[in-house]
């Protein structure tokens, strides 16, 4: 069963509040969240596509002074394209979250996709590695969500490292 | 198209990163809309190649998983001098994800590259090549920004001591 999409707190993310509010014919929004709250303030990553291309990236910590990194840029349709074949893949839309592990003091990790008329919004927590995913309820399920993720932000990293010439992370 | 673009590091109204105090009064680093975005300096339609700080990114779809950057850079070396090639893999299989990113110097290495090799076969798949970047749909146009005015965010009250002035910004 499809579970309703979950709206993040607007609190917590940069990019939550404009999913409707831009929405073209052909529906598909990805957007990734991992974060926590620790000694060196909110640190997080976060990342948005939209299916008109606009991309943007956000990266805080505090540590040794980092600052905020904001990104924006506009990929073509032919990435989108191989956005959405990647997701599409990987299987993830019919993934539960409902036995994965919960957020924790660690952090947690979101993942939200709109892609024709599904929309799934994933909440868990960090995901050390494999071993974590072994070890949980589903690890079937997890498995999906933590290779894809990190395909992902390879993808966002190569674009912003490509885009900018900086390191993202 | 010309091949000639400023690279504008933009800070939207009200939104000027080097005021420290006035970032700092509002209390997040989030604050606002100001997200970095190349410029191009031509008033090109949206959707048309953008360029990079660097370069000419062209985007290679359907890339067989057994390809290699050697044999990416024999077919597609031909139109230019290849600054950078990124051919992920896939983190389950370690084989290649499907997809390579290649950066030119040149638009016209960049746009001989899409033209001649998308829809030509490597290893017995079909490329797709497009560039990477495009213009945004519309520059000046702040739909879906505004949700990020006002916004506050716990966690890191301010603490932004030390952000230094973006680099390149003129």
């Not at chain 1, 620790?38 to 299916?51: K, P, T």
């Not at chain 1, 008329?117 to 498995?143: C, M, W, Y």
């Not at chain 1, 990190?150 to 900018?164: A, G, M, R």
């Not at chain 2, 660097?54 to 290679?60: A, F, S």
Request: proline letters at 3%.
């Amino acid at each position: 069963m499809r579970k309703p999409p979950k709206i993040s707190s607007p609190k917590t993310h940069l990019f939550t509040d404009n999913i409707f509010s831009t929405m073209p014919a052909e529906e598909f929004y990805v957007r990734y969240y991992s974060g926590h709250q620790g000694r060196y303030g909110h640190e997080f990553i976060e990342f948005e596509f939209h299916a008109d291309g606009r991309c943007r990236y956000a990266n805080n910590s505090n540590y040794r002074n980092d600052s905020l990194i904001k990104k924006e840029m506009t990929v073509s349709s032919l990435m989108i394209k191989e956005l959405k074949r990647i997701i599409e893949d990987s299987e993830i839309m019919k993934e539960d979250d409902q036995k994965w592990p919960k957020k924790n003091v660690v952090g947690k990790q979101e993942l939200e996709i709109r892609y024709g008329n599904e929309h799934v919004s994933f909440e868990t927590a960090k995901i050390g590695s494999l071993v974590d995913v072994q070890g949980s309820e589903d690890p079937e399920g997890l498995r999906v969500f933590y290779y894809l993720v990190q395909d992902l932000k390879c993808l966002v990293f190569s674009l912003i490292t490509l885009h900018w010439k900086i390191k993202p992370i | 198209m010309t091949d000639r673009y400023a690279i504008d590091l933009s800070v939207r109204p009200g939104e000027d990163l080097q005021d420290e105090e006035m970032a700092d009064q509002r209390g997040d680093g989030v604050h606002g809309s100001s997200f970095d975005m190349l410029r191009s300096n031509d008033d090109g339609a949206s959707g048309q190649a953008m360029r990079s700080i660097e370069g000419w990114i062209v985007l290679i779809a359907g890339v067989h998983e057994e390809a290699t950057e050697e044999d990416i850079q024999d077919k597609f070396g031909e139109y230019g001098e290849i600054k950078n090639v990124h051919l992920n893999l896939d983190r389950r299989t370690g084989y290649v994800k499907g997809y390579a990113l290649i950066e030119y110097e040149a638009f016209s290495e960049a746009k001989a590259a899409i033209d001649n090799m998308n829809g030509s076969k490597l290893l017995d798949q079909t490329l797709a090549c497009d560039f990477a970047f495009v213009k945004p749909s519309n520059t000046n146009d702040d739909r879906g920004r505004r949700g990020f005015s006002s916004r506050s965010r716990g966690g890191y009250n301010g603490r932004r001591s030390g952000r230094s002035r973006s680099p390149g910004r003129r």
